[in-house]
């Protein structure tokens, strides 16, 4: 019975340690009283396992001259509490790691989102995916090298592919035409390498993360984040939490929403979808009599900025079809915010202006005042990455489990 008695308590224990460090992820840094509310637990309990905390080197204590150094907001705090406590920034590194077809970028935080590296390398279209799988181990490697870090620093990693992921299986689906990862389950490779958590997303969801995160969605709680690009994709966040996709992963494509039900058939099968309408292909497909046949988006963009009126038309033309089906998503959804991002938001307000204005017209009142805002970061893969580290440091529970883990380890080391 002693022995029972000894490993529930050992297992309260664990969870209550959970809990503080993750109520600390979450809410940053808290003095103990604040921890003990939200916690549901003691002052006592507090204080019993945060010094076992501070012990294992996963949690800090500021005080003093120290809280103002930190940026702690401590007005409004009652002047007898003592210090704050917070999780330990130097306790671990979160990795993003982003693959597009033609470019891999790594991006490393501690655990206060503070960046400790960023760079990325080129990769031919026609690379196979176990050769960018290489390669993006060599580049995470080197950047934790240079940082002075090592795999053993790490606490997650995060990969962000092109395509859906099927949450079922783990494999991700065909998408864009030569895309090296389909058919692929990319968390399963990567675990034969790193023994710390991988998660895995699309890449447009993990931009939707970095813009909440780092870009225009902070401070705001339920983002929609909109990416015009060679195919149109989009990333939700409710309450602050990433929606993965539904019950299979399969949702957010925006882009295969019909914005015409009597336009042209898509290879999806469905009728007038909007990557026909908004995406850069058909934008530039569109503007070929007057761009020329091989015009980009250097092109697109002159002639956008030299006010030339074919372009101008095309570009408020795809706002406005882009505006027509976000205001169906603002009636379901109602997003407080919605961030427009991909290359296509590189033309400002020639696209974002027609947005604003079709969903004020069109969408119901109490869901019309949705802010359209163009993205802040940079685009592709620094951005993915960035978002894929963000990701790991907002999955607190796998985040927490391996902090802890290796909290134990070292305590058992030290005993």
């Avoid at 058939?265 to 979808?273: A, E, K, L, T, Y």
Wanted: with cysteine; hydrophobic share 45%; proline share 3%.
């Amino acid at each position: 019975m002693a022995a029972k008695d000894t490993g529930s308590l050992r297992a309260l224990r664990r969870t209550n340690s959970e809990r503080m460090l993750s109520a600390l992820m979450e809410h940053g840094a808290l003095h103990r009283a604040e921890l003990a509310r939200i916690c549901g637990v003691s002052r006592t309990t507090v204080s019993t396992i945060v010094a076992d905390l501070i012990t294992g080197g996963v949690v800090i204590e500021v005080v003093g001259d120290q809280v103002a150094q930190a940026g702690i907001d401590a007005s409004e705090v009652d002047g007898r509490a003592r210090g704050f406590l917070q999780a330990n920034p130097a306790s671990g590194t979160a990795a993003g790691l982003d693959f597009t077809l033609e470019r891999v970028w790594c991006h490393l935080t501690d655990l206060s989102g503070r960046t400790l590296a960023s760079e990325g390398v080129t990769a031919a279209r026609d690379t196979p995916w176990q050769e960018r799988l290489t390669a993006g181990l060599a580049l995470l490697d080197d950047l934790l090298g240079r940082a002075g870090l090592d795999r053993d620093s790490l606490v997650g990693v995060t990969i962000g592919v092109p395509g859906p992921l099927d949450l079922q299986t783990g494999v991700i689906g065909p998408s864009l035409p030569g895309q090296a990862w389909a058919g692929v389950n990319v968390a399963a490779e990567f675990r034969r390498h790193l023994a710390v958590p991988v998660l895995v997303d699309n890449n447009t969801r993990l931009e939707a993360v970095a813009e909440f995160t780092w870009g225009a969605g902070r401070g705001a709680r339920d983002v929609l984040y909109l990416g015009l690009s060679t195919g149109i994709g989009s990333g939700l966040l409710v309450d602050g939490n990433l929606h993965h996709g539904g019950a299979r992963g399969g949702g957010g494509e925006i882009g295969h929403l019909s914005a015409d039900s009597t336009g042209a058939v898509c290879p999806c099968g469905n009728r007038g979808c909007l990557v026909q309408y908004a995406s850069l292909p058909a934008v530039l497909a569109a503007l070929a009599p007057v761009l020329g046949a091989d015009a980009g988006l250097d092109d697109l963009l002159a002639a956008a900025a030299e006010g030339q009126p074919d372009t101008v038309r095309v570009l408020r033309e795809a706002g406005e079809q882009t505006g027509r089906v976000l205001a169906n998503i603002c009636n379901l959804l109602n997003p407080e915010r919605i961030i427009v991002g991909g290359e296509l938001a590189r033309a400002g307000d020639l696209v974002l202006e027609p947005i604003r204005a079709t969903l004020r017209r069109t969408a119901m009142a109490l869901t019309r005042d949705a802010e359209v805002v163009a993205a802040e970061l940079d685009l592709g893969a620094r951005a993915g990455a960035s978002g894929a580290a963000a990701l790991v440091l907002r999955q607190t529970d796998q985040l927490v489990t391996a902090l802890l883990t290796s909290t134990y380890l070292r305590a058992n080391e030290a005993m």
